[in-house]
């Protein structure tokens, strides 16, 4: 019960920094928009405890995917802290946000392929938006695509190499498909087929 608490509460913290950290790498922020940041920062953080320490699940139960919820997790504070760094870089150059910067602009003029998720980015700006904003939006969209793309190589090793999920035991499908209705009708295997 203490271990369950303890693990509840340091999930929950994990996910009130990733939803502040923007608001605190990037100084100048206004005291409303703070303190909006914060109250959203706190309702992650209570669902998050919520769904980690009850017995049963919220909304979404996602609780027993442990490698694979960390490995999201960490990818997505990646992501948020290199894009905060590289907006702060335009307004507030450091060595740091420079050279998060500077990976940026070479990911995100290496990606920008025809077809690539970078060029189509690019295409929904307007028409009339100006280089500077197209060139902040392909460096960030290059340097989440990048990261993206190292997560993905990373996964595949965890699956492949450690043989995750079938090395720590049995692997409960429908507790990691709690949408999913298996007597919804027509053959499972063809709907979880679809559904993938």
Do not use: Q
Request: proline content about 5%; glycine content about 6%.
């Amino acid at each position: 019960m203490v271990t369950n608490i303890i693990g509840a509460i340091l999930r929950s913290i994990l996910v009130w920094i990733l939803v502040i950290t923007p608001s605190v790498i990037l100084t100048g922020v206004v005291v409303e928009n703070s303190m909006m940041v914060v109250l959203i920062a706190f309702l992650a953080a209570l669902f998050t405890f919520v769904e980690y320490f009850f017995k049963y699940p919220s909304i979404i139960e996602f609780r027993f995917a442990a490698p694979f919820n960390r490995h999201r997790y960490i990818t997505i504070l990646a992501i948020v802290t290199s894009l905060s760094l590289m907006c702060k870089g335009v307004f507030e150059p450091t060595n740091l946000t420079l050279t998060v910067k500077h990976w940026g602009d070479v990911l995100g003029n290496a990606i920008d392929v025809p077809y690539s998720p970078v060029r189509l980015i690019i295409l929904m700006l307007d028409a009339n938006a100006s280089i500077e904003l197209v060139e902040i939006v392909r460096t960030a969209a290059g340097l989440a695509y990048a990261i993206s793309l190292l997560s993905l190589v990373i996964f595949v090793l965890l699956v492949r190499i450690a043989k995750w999920p079938s090395k720590s035991g049995a692997f409960n499908v429908w507790v990691n498909l709690p949408l999913f209705d298996p007597t919804g009708g027509g053959d499972v295997l063809v709907r979880l087929k679809r559904d993938s």
